[in-house]
C-alpha cells in the first residue's frame, strides 16, 4: 500500500523529487523553461546555444531543435533511461528511472529508490496510476486496486510544489526535445566533439556551455544518431553527473491496471 502519511517518508520522497520530476519533464517539452528553479539536469535542455565567428556561423542549439524535431515525425515510442554519470558525484541517495512512450502518448515512470525497491507512475487515457512511494498528499490517492496500484487526483495535488508538476507533466502531450528554446537560448554555440558508438548507434556529440540564473557554469553533451534523434544528453556540473540515454521506436505498450479493489 502506498504509504503517504509518513513524515520521514515523504522526506526521502522530497530529497529524490527533483530526479523524479525531472525524468517526467523530458517527457513534455524539454526546453520549455516553466520551472523557476531547475535542476542541472531539468536545463540541460533549456541552456543551449550558438554564435557566428567573423563571416563563419557556427552550429547553434536552434539548428540542433530544428534536426530533433524535423526528425520527430517518425518517432512512435521513446525510452529514456536516467542515472548518475560513472565520473559524477551525485548524491547517495539519488534514484535511476525509466519512462516510456507508446505510440498512444501512455507513459510509464519508473524509478529506483534508494533501498533498491522501485516506484512506477502510469498515465493512461488522461488517468494517473501510481505505485509505490511517492511524495503525493494523502488526499490525492486513492483506495489501492489489485497490483498495490492506487488512482491519484490531479487535482489534489496542483498546489503541492513536487507532485503538481509531476502529474502535470505526465498528462502533458510529449513534444520534441528542446522543441521550447526561447529565441536567445536558440542562439547558443554548440561545439562539435565528434563520432561515438552508443547500443550500437553511431552518434555525432555537442558540447553546449551553458550557466545557471545564478552564474553557475555546467555542460550539456547531446549525442544525435543518424536520424538526428538523440543517443544520449550528459550533463555534467555543480557537483553531478546525469546520463539520459534515448531509445525509439522499440515495442512499448503502456495499459492501466486491474482496478479491482482490493478486498
Not at 539519488?94 to 498515465?123: C, F, H, M, Q, W
Amino acid at each position: 500500500m502506498m504509504n503517504v502519511h509518513s513524515p520521514s517518508l515523504r522526506h526521502h520522497c522530497l530529497a529524490s523529487s527533483v530526479v523524479i520530476v525531472c525524468a517526467a519533464l523530458l517527457l513534455t517539452a524539454c526546453g520549455g523553461g516553466k520551472s523557476a528553479n531547475p535542476t542541472p539536469a531539468a536545463i540541460s535542455g533549456i541552456s543551449t546555444t550558438v554564435i557566428a565567428s567573423g563571416s563563419a556561423t557556427m552550429l547553434t542549439a536552434g539548428d540542433l531543435a530544428d534536426w530533433i524535431g524535423a526528425a520527430w515525425s517518425d518517432v512512435t515510442s521513446m525510452r529514456v533511461v536516467r542515472g548518475a554519470l560513472p565520473e559524477g558525484t551525485p548524491a547517495a541517495d539519488s534514484p535511476a528511472s525509466i519512462t516510456e512512450i507508446d505510440s498512444a502518448g501512455y507513459k510509464r515512470l519508473v524509478v529506483t529508490n534508494a533501498d533498491g525497491s522501485t516506484s512506477e507512475l502510469l498515465a493512461v487515457n488522461g488517468v494517473i496510476w501510481a505505485k509505490g512511494v511517492w511524495p503525493f498528499p494523502a488526499v490525492s490517492v486513492g483506495t489501492p486496486v489489485a497490483g498495490e496500484w492506487s488512482l491519484v487526483d490531479p487535482a489534489a495535488t496542483k498546489k503541492d510544489q513536487v507532485a503538481g508538476p509531476l502529474i502535470d507533466s505526465m498528462l502533458a502531450p510529449s513534444l520534441p526535445i528542446y522543441s521550447g528554446l526561447s529565441d536567445a537560448q536558440r542562439q547558443r554555440a554548440v561545439e562539435p566533439l565528434g563520432t561515438s558508438t552508443v547500443a550500437g548507434r553511431s552518434c555525432n556529440a555537442y558540447r553546449i556551455p551553458a550557466t545557471t540564473s545564478t552564474g553557475q557554469s555546467y555542460d550539456v553533451i547531446i549525442s544525435l544518431d543518424a536520424h538526428r534523434l538523440p543517443c544520449t544528453i550528459e550533463t555534467v556540473g555543480l557537483g553531478q553527473g546525469v546520463l539520459e540515454t534515448y531509445t525509439f521506436n522499440e515495442a512499448i505498450m503502456v495499459v492501466a491496471p486491474d482496478a479491482t479493489p482490493v478486498s
